[in-house]
C-alpha cells in the first residue's frame, strides 16, 4: 500500500547547506526529523532559532550506534 510509514528521518552528513534545505521540506512536512542540524551554525548560528519564529516546525533526530 501507499500508506505513511512515519516521520521522515533525513541525515544532514555535518553539510550545512543540507540541513538548512531540509528546513524548507520542514515547513510542508510535518513530523521531519533532522539528523545533526545543528551543523548549520557552521554558517548562520541561529539559523534553526530563526527559522522557528516562521513557524518552521522540526524535531532533531537521535541516531544510535
Known amino acids: 500500500g501507499g500508506g505513511g510509514r512515519g516521520p ?3 541525515q544532514t552528513h555535518d553539510d550545512h ?3 538548512m534545505a531540509f528546513a524548507a521540506l520542514g515547513a ?3 513530523g521531519l526529523r533532522v539528523v ?3 551543523c548549520a551554525a557552521k554558517t548562520y ?7 522557528r ?4 516546525v522540526w524535531d532533531e533526530a ?4
Do not use: K
Not at 53 to 56: A, E
Not at 62 to 65: A, I, K, L, T, Y
Open 8 to 10: 521522515a528521518v533525513l
Open 17 to 19: 547547506r543540507l540541513a
Open 28 to 30: 510542508r512536512l510535518p
Open 36 to 38: 545533526d542540524p545543528r
Open 45 to 51: 548560528p541561529d539559523f534553526w532559532t530563526d527559522i
Open 53 to 56: 519564529t516562521l513557524g518552521v
Open 62 to 65: 537521535q541516531v544510535e550506534g
